[in-house]
């Protein structure tokens, strides 16, 4: 099971979602609370956000899905698959359907 870049063939692995599925790459869990207080190494605050790194091709056509790559969303991590694929395996398949918002910003911001 190969998990990095192709070692000596100088390949690159990537990884495409199928069916109605994105590729999050997670933000990282908080170490520090909004009022300023550090938590100890091993608590942190778990983050449910994250960039759209790769969408399907069913999704990419699909009208009802306002999103696209790069934008940054809000998701339900419950049937989200990691990908060993990264040492920090921040990168996740996610359904479609997981997905709670879409951040934007305002006209004018």
């Known amino acids: 099971m190969a998990n990095k870049a192709q070692q000596g063939t100088g390949k690159l692995e990537t990884v495409e979602p199928i069916g109605k599925r994105v590729l999050i790459r997670k933000d990282e869990d908080k170490k520090i609370t909004k009022v300023g207080i550090h938590l100890p190494d091993k608590m942190e605050i ?5 960039r759209i790194v790769a969408i399907s091709a069913q999704i990419a056509r699909d009208e009802d899905y306002p999103v696209k790559q790069y934008d940054r ?3 339900n991590p419950r049937n989200g698959i990691p990908v060993d694929f990264e040492g920090d395996n921040r990168l996740f398949v996610v359904p479609i359907d997981d997905l709670v918002a879409v951040f934007r910003r305002g006209e004018g911001a």
Not at 46 to 50: E, I, K, Y
């Open 46 to 50: 778990p983050t449910l956000t994250g």
């Open 73 to 75: 969303v809000l998701f």
